[in-house]
Structure formats: C-alpha cells, structure tokens
C-alpha cells in the first residue's frame, strides 16, 4: 500500500518539537497518575466529573446503540417464532400452575392483611419507579456498569435499587441529569446485604469482576447448599428486604458462589426502583407513583 | 502556490480523521452486543486505533489527544480514572519511539509487533487496576480480552487501512 509518511525535519525546529512533545508526554503520565490519586482522594469531584462528562455523551451512545438492539431483538423474535409451538405448551402448562399459586397467594394475602391490622403494622413506603433503555455496558476486569437513558430529570437518584425481570441487576451508583450509571452486583465494589435459603442465614454479596459474585460472613456455612435462593435481607436499609438476587451454585471450603438471576446479554431495559428508603420526607408526603416509562 | 481557504479545511478535516475514529471506537466498544459472555471479554478498540495511527500516522495524533481518548474511556466505562490515559500514553509513546521499525512494514509484521504491544498493555492495566483496588483482580476475564483483543486486530485494522488510503494519502 503506498500512504504517504510524514517525513522528520531535521532542522532545529524539529528537535525543538521533540523536546516539546517529550515533555508533554512526561506531562501528560504524571496527570495520569495523579488521576488515579484523585480518583481514590476526592470521590466527590471525580464523580460530578463523571456524570458531567456521560451525561453529554449519552445521546450519541444512546444512538449508537439502537441498531445493535434493533438486531438483537430481530434475532431474539426469529428465534422465538421457531420455538412458538413448544413455548406455547410450556407457558399453558406454567399458567396452570400459577393460577393454583394465585389463589393461595390471595389467601395469604387477606390473611396477612388480617394479621398486620391485628398488630398495628406501620406499612412500608410505597415505591415508584422509571424504566430505562441500557444503551452501554461495560464489562472486563474494569469495572462491571450500565448506563441508562434516565437520570435526575426522571427522578432516578444515587442509591436506588435497579431490577430486571429476573431479579436484582444492581444500584444506581451516579445519576446524572439524563443519564445514569448502574454498579452491577458483580463488580468488585458491590456489596450487598442478603439472606440465603429458607433459614434466611445473613451474609453479605461482594462481587469480584466475575460472573459469579460471592457470600461472605456466613454464620453456618454447612447448612448452605447449591440451589438456594438469595433475596436481600434489607439490612442497612439500602434495598427493602426479599427482592431476588440469584441461586447458590458452588459451596467449597469458606468459599459461596451465586448465580444472579438477572441475564446480563439480554438486558435492553431495566426498571430503576425507588423504594422511599432513602428520602426523610417520605413518610410526609409519599412519593406520587411514576409509573411512566422512557420507552 | 497557497493552498485555498477550502483546501485548508479540506486537509484539516482529514487529518481529524484519525481522532475521530479512535473516539468512535471507544464508544462502539461499550454498546451492548446481546452476545452471551462476550461483554467481559470485550476487545480493547481503542487500543487497537491508537496502535494504529501511531505506525502509520504518528503526526496526526498528539499524546493530549492520546490522553483524553484515555480519560474518555474511563470516564464513560466506570473504571478508575487515569489507568486507560497511562496505558494508552504509554503504548502510543512506545510505537511513535520505533517509528523507524514501523515505517512500511507489510500487515502481518505489524500485526505481530501489535500482539506483543497488547500483551503489554494489558499487563499493565491489570496492574494498574489492582494497584488502585488494593487487590490483584482474577486475571481470567484481562487474558481473553487480550485474545480477543489482538484477533480482532485484522478486522479493525482493515477498516482502518481503508480509511487512511482513502482519506490520508495525499495530506
């Protein structure tokens, strides 16, 4: 191939320019690594800079974005229509089954109505909540996030628990005015307060960077075996208690590894929960049911 | 003769051509594939544009330029700050250094001066990321990037390869 190369002057003026861009470079390495001290100093700066910085690019990877997930979902809707048959047999047989659920949860229900006017049960904030597009994901050993297309401007603030269908994907860990960033249960910097099978043993989920995050402080570790669900215990009062998490699949020696229910390749949309643990107002004026989704 | 005023803009807006790229990259490498798994391993795009231009081009990219695809990066994919600006200084220093080396070599040699270059790269990062977490991260996930990284080397870099005959050879 025949490009054209720049050619090096060899005048003054060149080696003036070197020194120029070498000491740019030397420059530009230490602001590197002061970056790195300013991230672990000042979180605060760093994270107003972040959601500065994303909010003004989220339109074009919003964008960006959409052909992507305009092919996933016209490969997921061919792949259903091959399987519409045994998807329609598995869903009637599933239905039957739920409904049989239904009339023992409405039993339950009106019996634990009954129980809680019995006992005067203050009854827990009403919660609201937005959807949002995922429109990037990052993965790697770097750092396990969203980004949503919903941010302050959709009521969508630092804390807030984010679902998908199958259960709990993570929290709002930056809000921006229109975007919003979602620290996954996986990263290395989750931790979650939950309660592991039907004993409700306590325990804290700390995610790793890998697709499998981990149970510390367990009390009892031989009474946890694979296949037992984790909810969020509630404690700390970041999440309200019993939102799915996922299901235990290995148990070594001091070592528990989940499987979150939440399926990270087929995440388009995710629903941005605010529970009314956060706000002090709440129990003044509850927050009004926003309902309305971005889509 | 003076070039024309139109003629100047011309030159200018190709000579963007490179940044442009390197930041579109950055941003197609975090749109959500809906592949299974293969978010984790996601190749480094930008390292790979970065590389790139400074064999080929090394005049059209500045270190501040460098720096702030780097800072970019970062900022939009959550992870801490300065690591991608550091690793992609220091690779696009590297390679501007062994300009002589790079200067009309075929394809293939730079394709096997580039695995070497991802593979420190990536060493580095997953240092620099540890080093900032107080904790060696599981140097599973890095490695297939790394793999990914450098095989996805001959499809960008066509791309690339396309663009600068096409838009860069006279300016």
Sequence with gaps: MSVKQPSASPSRLGHIRSLVARFALVLLVGASFALMLLGKADILLVERFRTTATDAVAPAIDMMSRPASSVAEM?????ELIGIREENRRLRQENERLLRWQTTARQLETQGESLKSLLNFVPEPQSSFV???VVA??????????????????????GQAVMSGEG???????AGRRSARVLLITDINSRIPVMVGNAGQRAILAGDNSDRPRLLFLKALQSIVPGDRVVTSGDAGAFPPGLPVGVVTAVNDSDVKIEPYFQRDRLS???????????????????????DSKR | MRPTFWQRLDTFARHQVPMVTTLLLVLVAIIPSHVPGLVRIGPMLSLIAVYYWAAHRPDLMGYGVVFAVGLLEDTISGAPLGIGSLVLLLVHAGVVHQYKFFNGKSFTVTWGA??????????LRWLSISAVNGALVSPEAPFYAYLMTVAMYPVIGWLLVRLHIALLRDV
């Design chain 1, 75 to 79: 490969v997921d809707n061919v792949r």
């Design chain 1, 131 to 133: 959807s949002a597009r």
């Design chain 1, 269 to 291: 949309y995710v629903r941005i929960i605010d529970f009314g643990l956060s706000g002090i107002l709440s129990d003044i004026a509850p927050p009004t049911s926003k309902a």
């Design chain 2, 114 to 123: 580039f695995v070497l270059v991802a593979g420190g790269a990536s060493l």
């Design chain 1, 168 to 174: 709990l994907v993570g929290r709002i860990s930056e």
């Design chain 1, 137 to 158: 994901d990052t993965g790697g050993s770097f750092a396990q996030s969203l980004l949503v297309t919903a941010g302050e401007q959709d009521t969508v603030e630092k």
